[in-house]
């Protein structure tokens, strides 16, 4: 570990590496805690009060047509680092800091960045297998695991925002929010289908890629009991902060002005009559031309507007 005298600070072009990141997934046509980082990152600063915006052709309405059987990482008993190099650290919301690392060796049909997290303790087998069962296209990938001693790191797809950064953006409209909580439903549909349930369902755990594609993350808080009214009340929760900030105390559902996204309103008027997920897949904000294009756009103005601060690792 190093002290804070040796550590230094250098600009990263953050941009530059979402661009390499996008060409080299069209060029190959492809598809708890946070690791001790080996230095201390600076803190990212939130995003102006003029932040954000987010589209992808119409899909269907049909939780089971959407999974996605992905292959599941073996563990490999050796030093990540073996083959990454950390470049800086990220933050999602006001949670942990997670180093972004590269891969030294990149290879034609892999992506050559990904985030890192470390397990540790007792329930690192848990983990394991906690993140191995999924096989969902809308879960954030793990695409290696690497054990060493009792810990086990693990090198996820990487994915730069976090609902947390697009919450209140005052360019979202019924459209961007029908095309982020149309794939939130998805996953959750199959939640509800295998009996899952997710501990943590949070803004800063449901991640968006350069593509527009919304993600959930935080494979360790499954559990084998699926809840419709607390998955309904965080839905309710994460909703009303993409609209307008913020959640109401109290417990309460709505929203201050719900002129701004009249849809959205009907759908947060409509989650305490849900009776499953499957019904809630069928209400009119959800049947909405899932636009990830304009999502691409919402993510690259949070990217832009949003003042990152980053610091660079010494070589390792």
């Known amino acids: 570990m190093l002290s804070k005298s040796e550590k230094h600070n250098t600009n990263v072009d953050f941009a530059a590496l979402l661009q390499h990141e996008e060409q080299h997934a069209i060029a190959t046509q492809e598809h708890a805690e946070p690791v001790k980082s080996s230095y201390a990152p600076a803190k990212r600063l939130k995003k102006k009060p003029n932040t954000s915006h987010a589209e992808v052709p119409p899909q269907k309405q049909d939780g ?39 891969r030294t060796k990149l290879q034609p049909d892999e992506h050559s960045l990904c985030i890192v997290k470390r397990f540790s303790g007792v329930n690192v087998e848990e983990h394991i297998h906690a993140i191995q069962r999924i096989k969902h296209q809308q879960f954030v990938q793990a695409q290696k695991l690497f054990s060493v001693q009792n810990d086990l ?24 929010l029908a095309s982020i909580l149309g794939q939130i439903v998805n996953v959750l549909l199959y939640l509800e289908k295998n009996s899952l349930g997710h501990g943590q369902l949070i803004p800063s755990n449901i991640l968006i890629d350069i593509h527009g594609n919304v993600k959930l993350w935080g494979q360790e808080f499954l559990h084998n009991d699926f809840n419709l009214k607390e998955t309904l009340r965080s839905l309710a929760v994460i909703t009303m902060r993409l609209i307008q900030g913020y959640a109401k105390e109290g417990g309460r559902i709505g929203l201050d002005m719900p002129g701004r996204c009249p849809l959205g309103f009907d759908f947060l008027s409509a989650l305490e009559q849900m009776t499953s997920i499957e019904d809630l897949y069928k209400h009119p904000l959800l049947q909405q031309h899932w636009n990830k294009e304009r999502l691409v756009g919402l993510v690259s103005l949070v990217v832009i507007w949003c003042d990152r601060g980053f610091k660079v690792p010494p070589t390792r």
Not at 67 to 77: F, H, I, S
Not at 153 to 176: H, K, R
């Open 153 to 176: 790191f693990v090198a996820f797809e990487f994915m730069p925002v976090s609902l947390a950064e697009v919450e209140g953006n005052p360019l979202l409209d019924d459209l961007q």
């Open 64 to 102: 089971s047509s959407c999974t996605q059987m992905a292959a599941t990482p073996p563990v490999v008993y050796k030093s990540l680092w073996d083959s990454y190099n950390e470049l800086y650290s990220i933050q999602f919301g006001n949670g942990d800091y997670f180093p972004v690392a590269q």
